[in-house]
């Protein structure tokens, strides 16, 4: 796929649409045959978590809004494969699958979503506001586009130190319309920081497609206007999200320079549990499930000869206990203590 330069080297302006899969070979060292399978199993417990997020949503045991990843796991999972523990990653409100990839805790991760003490943010933040400095994942946002400024101060104190760390910022199509992401763009390229702008397209900015509230459809054309290097990539096939996004870390990292990385793809569920999706009909839907990443990927890796069914079924049976010991830990852990209301509000003594 070519690839849109900055003014140091342009080869083309012009970029089709991603469409194929990339392929996948039998001889691959053992290595990267674990690797593949772990892909696999990511992306599957992605799936299962959301799909039960969803379930207990619906059983009222979560409270705020819920936007689920179904549909866009390999986006997630290609995309944050390729960090160092050192790099940091900012996601929107769709964060579930993020903080999973990145390491953190199912079972605390579940707990916040039902808003327990047990919680990664202690119940705090819900399921729009994950967040663990731990792991260099700085969190959900639930304003469009407020994580991307942040993002760039982060890119920021990365070049103040002299770090060869790198920015991942992750947000959907819609954030592309806001004042923000223009700023963001701008300064990161003024200012010549390792920052990866990672533009989800997942079809629908809520209930609008991107037709309707984007006069540039092709999102990645929307860097061009900050001379800043850009290509778009199959959201759905989960080793060219790995590809692309490794070119654009590699490019941030030696260069010292942003990139932009738009990943097509769609979601299954409606923008949030609370959106019924009746905007859109039954057959787009259906067509896009017969490029279900979890599916294709599968079967990708058992023609490959990478996985045989007993390894699937293995597979699968392992992602569903882990999401049914997080529904275990998040159903007996406590509320929070009313009396601890205003903790973590202010700092103390002084830090």
């Known amino acids: 796929m070519e690839v849109r330069e900055s003014k140091e080297g342009r080869p083309s302006d012009s970029v089709a649409r991603p469409v194929g899969a990339s392929p996948i070979t039998n001889d691959l060292p053992l290595g990267e045959r674990q ?6 199993y990511e992306m599957l417990l992605i799936r299962r978590f959301e799909e039960k997020a969803g ?11 819920v936007h689920l990843n179904i549909g866009e796991e390999a986006t997630i999972v290609g995309a944050i494969s390729v960090l160092r523990p050192d790099d940091y990653l900012f996601s929107n409100y769709r ?43 700085m969190g959900g946002y639930a304003i469009v586009a407020g994580q991307l400024p942040i993002a760039v101060g982060a890119a920021l104190a990365i070049a103040y130190r002299h770090s060869d760390a790198v920015v991942l910022a992750m947000f959907g199509e819609g954030a592309t319309n806001i004042g923000d992401f223009h700023e963001a763009l701008n300064l990161a390229k003024i200012w010549h920081l390792p920052v990866v702008f990672f533009c989800v397209n997942n079809q629908y900015a809520m209930g609008s497609t991107v037709a309707s509230d984007s006069a540039v459809t092709e999102i990645w054309r929307k860097a061009c206007a900050y001379d800043m290097a850009s290509e778009p990539v199959d959201g759905m096939d989960i080793l060219a999200v790995r590809a692309v996004t490794e070119r654009a870390i590699k490019h941030a990292r030696e260069k010292h320079d942003p990139y932009f990385v738009e990943a097509i793809t769609y979601r299954y569920r409606g923008h949030s549990m609370a959106d019924p999706a009746r905007y859109r009909t039954e057959e787009e839907v259906k067509q896009w499930r017969q490029r279900d990443p979890l599916i294709t990927f599968r079967d990708r ?51």
Do not use: W
């Open 55 to 65: 379930e207990m949503y619906t059983r009222a045991k979560m409270g705020g809004y």
């Open 35 to 40: 690797q593949m399978q772990n892909f696999y």
């Open 95 to 137: 964060d579930h699958g993020h903080a999973l990839v990145r390491g953190l805790d199912p079972k605390a991760v579940m707990a916040e979503l039902y808003g327990k003490e047990t919680g990664v943010c202690k119940g705090r933040g819900g399921s729009m506001h994950i967040f663990d400095g731990t792991k260099n994942f």
């Open 301 to 351: 890796l058992l023609e490959a000869g990478l996985i045989d069914q007993a390894t699937i079924d293995e597979l699968q049976r392992k992602a569903e206990r882990v999401v049914a010991e997080a529904i275990d830990f998040a159903e007996s852990s406590p509320f929070p203590d009313p009396t601890t209301l205003y903790d973590d509000v202010y700092a103390e003594g002084g830090k």
